[in-house]
């Protein structure tokens, strides 16, 4: 970054360009540089990494205010961030930022969330990235304490810089700032979402089925997760890479009659 | 499993029912089990972990041919896998099976892809699972020499077990099975895809991008990973989990003033 510049900003969510979670993280960011906005246009919610590649990416500028300038695009999170950098930005973002997420992104869920695809693309081309989640679904959510939370993150991001090929993850509980106890280093709880598909009758007789379910955390107690901070009124911070590899199975693989 | 009955496998894959690369596997895991076959009706490449919330699922039973049941979903590869163990199938399965993809699924390849996700929502569940991909993307591939591969890999699974909280993402070059030199345990590869959009211009003069991509890998000398294995003509074979949390960075962001 040369030093008669601010930092350029790139922001990002799944919950599309129009949701108050997104314009809670412009409002923060602004303070902090030039912001440029690349969105999905409509919600693109559990499209986890998913990229386009059989229909035709388009984008366009919606509107430029102050310092931000706002695009949308018809691609998912992760497409949006690979739009950015290859047809939108100007000079590599020194930052970019995914949410503010309406809904809760801890434990597995990140393998199935849009929010921290954006940022682990981010994270796959070099870049500091982070990815943000508020546990509340609804669109009426209130931003007030994640706006403070986002603004202590990025301040230090900024200042300590981001470890090397790994994006943050932050869950931030439902609850207002001053009972909040404070931010937590944490791991990737282990749980799943236990399904229960809702059974539905079309008009002709044929039957369709939407997918629900119900979120099951093997290990409620283990005080260094993601889950366990958030059900104690902690924001929860997660280092995420990308390598998925299980390391600590290569050697009892390598005894296999290949 | 009842010592009475045959091992039960589940075969998905994210090029759809009809790609000759499912055909194929399932030919072979029909030598060890009754198969159930859940599968995209249509093609679901680069969908990685993605599920579907906001339009409703259906399935249907294609046909029944002697021990395999086909059934086809216009869910992605995830949603296949949650439907099979939900709503078809009777039992637990003993093995669940992906692919054969058309199409490389090494390196940073694992986050995008379909294939491996299926695997990895099998894996969540608990259950021993195999994402298989040959590195040829045409839809005529000649998948003689990944049977051969696919079998032995199979057999070692059903006798050995994988370990828990795994699964396996195998890549097979694209070369006679008498060119194989072996299967070799590995890490996926650092490395990313290097995007170039394709830029046109449709008959109302608006632009429109296909998204397209070169893959560029960080450490060609690395004979501990899975692209050193197919670029010296062994099949590779990469334990996968679903913990992405980068435990190494934990002790490092403990420090920033939070």
Same mark, same amino acid.
């Given at each position: 970054?040369?030093?008669?510049?601010?930092?350029?900003?790139?922001?990002?969510?799944?919950?599309?360009? @129009?949701?108050?979670?997104?314009?809670?993280?412009?409002?923060?960011?602004? /303070?902090?540089?030039?912001? +440029? %906005?690349?969105?999905?246009? /409509?919600?693109?919610?559990?499209?986890?990494?998913?990229?386009?590649?059989?229909?035709?990416? #388009?984008?366009?500028?919606?509107?430029?205010?102050?310092? +931000?300038?706002?695009?949308?695009?018809?691609?998912?999170?992760?497409? $949006? +961030?690979?739009?950015?950098? @290859?047809?939108?930005? /100007? #000079?590599?973002?020194?930052? %970019?930022?995914?949410?503010?997420?309406?809904?809760?992104?801890?434990?597995?869920?990140?393998?199935?969330?849009?929010?921290?695809? =954006?940022? *682990?693309?981010? $994270?796959?081309?070099?870049?500091?990235?982070?990815?943000?989640?508020?546990?509340?679904?609804?669109?009426?959510?209130?931003?007030?304490?994640?706006?403070?939370? $986002?603004?202590?993150? *990025?301040?230090?991001?900024?200042?300590?810089?981001?470890?090397?090929?790994?994006?943050?993850?932050? @869950?931030?509980?439902?609850?207002? *700032?001053?009972?909040?106890?404070?931010?937590?280093?944490? #791991?990737?709880?282990?749980?799943?979402?236990?399904?229960?598909?809702?059974?539905? +009758?079309?008009?002709?007789?044929?039957?369709?089925?939407?997918?629900?379910?119900?979120?099951?955390?093997?290990?409620?107690?283990?005080? /260094?997760?993601?889950?366990?901070?958030?059900?104690?009124?902690?924001?929860?911070?997660?280092? %995420?890479? %990308?390598?998925?590899? =299980?390391?600590?199975? *290569?050697? @009892?693989?390598?005894?296999?009659?290949?």
């Amino acid at each position: 970054m040369k030093t008669n510049q601010k930092p350029l900003i790139l922001v990002t969510n799944d919950d599309g360009i @129009n949701a108050p979670g997104i314009n809670a993280l412009i409002e923060v960011a602004r /303070e902090f540089g030039d912001v +440029v %906005v690349v969105a999905p246009q /409509e919600a693109q919610s559990a499209m986890s990494h998913a990229i386009t590649l059989k229909t035709p990416l #388009r984008f366009s500028k919606v509107q430029e205010i102050e310092n +931000v300038i706002y695009y949308k695009t018809n691609g998912t999170p992760a497409d $949006c +961030v690979k739009l950015a950098f @290859n047809q939108i930005l /100007e #000079r590599k973002p020194d930052l %970019v930022l995914s949410g503010i997420n309406h809904g809760t992104n801890s434990s597995i869920s990140v393998i199935y969330s849009g929010t921290v695809s =954006a940022a *682990i693309e981010a $994270c796959i081309f070099g870049l500091s990235s982070i990815a943000f989640s508020l546990c509340d679904f609804s669109h009426d959510a209130d931003f007030t304490a994640s706006k403070i939370i $986002c603004r202590k993150i *990025i301040e230090n991001a900024l200042k300590n810089g981001i470890p090397k090929d790994v994006c943050l993850n932050v @869950n931030i509980p439902k609850i207002k *700032i001053e009972e909040i106890k404070g931010i937590r280093i944490s #791991r990737q709880a282990s749980g799943l979402w236990q399904e229960s598909f809702v059974k539905c +009758v079309d008009p002709y007789k044929q039957n369709y089925y939407w997918l629900t379910g119900e979120f099951v955390i093997h290990e409620p107690e283990a005080e /260094e997760t993601d889950e366990w901070a958030l059900n104690h009124n902690f924001v929860s911070l997660v280092p %995420v890479q %990308v390598d998925m590899t =299980a390391h600590h199975a *290569i050697e @009892n693989l390598k005894k296999w009659n290949l």
